[in-house]
């Protein structure tokens, strides 16, 4: 599965996209298990009320299922306009 | 429905223009134009906008989508920079087209309030003492509520 | 705060150009442009405008510091014409700069409201078949009642 | 004083502008006056309702005294913008 970081969320974790095996079911499972992977991992998602989700390029929840997801996206709220 | 996602520049009043005449029989054409503002503290060397390339363009077609079903438009257009802006620079426009004038300007707000916290835009103003995200504003996310619930 | 009435034609695009350049620090600008719509029926041979030289531009004046009164405006912009207009020429425009959105959409809405009702503009479509005058919608009335009564 | 007339006000009653003499004291005195010369004016004033009236370039009441008027004008509601 691809995951993508945006803005400061990107900054902490240092890479813009990685490749992540995982078995996780929801997107809240995928956040546990990358926070327990290392500590830039654990500084972006300290405070996941700062950060939205996108599964396959749609706005979604924390608690959305990522069966057959291709693409989740990590990033904090969003400032255009 | 017209969507533009770029890195270049941008004419409004050419933009503005080429949309009021594509335009038949709409008597209404409203636009917003976003400029980048210098800061009060620290002058503003220059902002850059970074973007979710492939969501940002489906994102706002969603949101196009839905201000044509709601109201009652001939047209409208969104065109939305990335990269590098510097003070006074314009970051986005949006125009609609109505028969009327309420139609018209309902429209463009939606447009904005759903493009400001719902389309994959991050802003970063960089000065001579730093750089920092613009944080989004409560009152962005309180204006979508506003128009989820019914309208007098 | 510029308002202009004029017979001659004015260009949409420049003048919001020159409009948005003008500001300063202002981060949202609105404009607004009416455009002489073809008619349902018969084809609109041209729609004159006739006017009270004298109180149109005090009305529309009135109508400009009452909106900078009312909202944060750096600047406010209204054209309007008059005499003999074709189908899709632009017959006025408006626009608003201010730090927000929403000042500038309001204040935008607001001298809309008060110029289609307030400012002694009269409308007369001419047709192969004749000429009538337009007639005033009671929903534009309505629309002056809403801006007196306090809002959420 | 200067009487003016705007839009269908001045077409039926066939000038833009004219100068009355009278001691009306209210902008409904003027009106019933110049109802009683013509039938032109009887046609322009027929429904007051329909009409709108403005003393020195400011719109107000027909109930609106006339004392130090200078100009006054009937006119259908506007339709700019």
């Known amino acids: 599965m691809d995951v993508l970081y945006f803005a400061w969320v990107r900054e902490r974790i240092g890479v813009p996209r990685e490749t992540v095996q995982t078995d996780a079911e929801t997107v809240l499972d995928l956040v546990e298990e990358l926070r327990r992977r290392e500590d830039r991992y654990e500084a972006a998602f300290a405070d996941i009320t700062a950060l939205r989700v996108a599964v396959d390029q749609e706005l979604t929840e924390f608690t959305a299922p990522l069966k057959d997801a291709r693409e989740v996206a990590f990033f904090p709220p969003m400032t255009g306009g | ?152």
Chains 1, 4 share one sequence.
């Open chain 2, 1 to 152: 429905m017209d969507v533009r996602v770029q890195e270049a520049p941008f004419d409004f009043g050419v933009e503005a223009n080429a949309f009021a005449a594509a335009q038949s029989g709409m008597g209404a054409v409203v636009t917003f134009t976003g400029i980048v503002r210098d800061l009060p503290d620290a002058p503003l060397c220059h902002m850059m906008i970074e973007h979710y390339p492939g969501m940002t363009e489906k994102a706002l077609h969603g949101i196009a989508t839905k201000a044509h079903d709601r109201w009652s438009l001939g047209g409208s257009l969104i065109i939305h920079r990335f990269g590098r802006l510097a003070p006074d620079e314009m970051i986005m426009m949006v125009a609609t087209a109505s028969r009327h004038r309420k139609d018209a300007f309902e429209a463009a707000m939606y447009l904005m309030d759903y493009l400001k916290s719902r389309a994959p835009f991050w802003k970063r103003e960089e000065t001579a003492q730093g750089s920092a995200w613009v944080a989004a504003r409560d009152e962005d996310e309180a204006a979508l509520i506003d128009w989820s619930e019914p309208h007098a």
